[in-house]
């Protein structure tokens, strides 16, 4: 076996992969920072004063959308669009994540309502945001399906 040095392995569908995984990450990982403040700091602050428990509620339900998504949906969607759209989706989810939580805050400002509860207007976007996240989700199983499984849906 002969040896093979870094550059041969790092070819172009290679590097788009890293760089198309650590753009995923680094906009996951800001969602779930933003998030995390987000919701329990006081809405004079900017934020949506709920409770922990409701934020462990709004934490789960990502979850289990995400994993029932994930279980019954993704092979059918991946089979249907591929790694590429699935992946582009999942990035341009983003915009709709971000953009959402500035909205969420100034409803819940304009319509206020006793601390630790909002407006059905505020928990539509919170459900919005908790559909979008599986989206997300999908978009690292496209990553990590599309280097090493593709025959598998195909």
Not at 56 to 62: A, M, P
Not at 118 to 139: E, H, P, T, Y
Request: aromatic share 12%; glycine share 10%; net charge positive.
């Amino acid at each position: 076996m002969g040896e093979s040095s870094v550059r041969a392995v790092l070819t172009r569908p290679v590097l788009i992969a890293i760089q198309n995984y650590g753009w995923l990450a680094l906009l996951d990982i800001s969602f779930w920072a933003i998030l995390t403040v987000f919701l329990p700091i006081p809405m004079f602050a900017g934020g949506l004063n709920l409770p922990p428990p409701t934020i462990g509620l709004i934490f789960s339900t990502i979850g289990l959308v995400d994993g029932f998504n994930q279980l019954t949906l993704f092979p059918r969607i991946f089979k249907t669009f591929g790694p590429k759209r699935i992946m582009t989706a999942s990035m341009m989810s983003y915009w709709a994540i971000f953009t959402c939580i500035p909205w969420m805050h100034e409803i819940a400002k304009v319509q206020p309502s006793e601390p630790g509860t909002l407006d059905f207007r505020v928990w539509g976007l919170l459900g919005l945001l908790v559909i979008v996240a599986s989206v997300i989700g999908m978009g690292y199983s496209a990553s990590g399906l599309s280097s090493h499984f593709t025959r598998l849906f195909t």
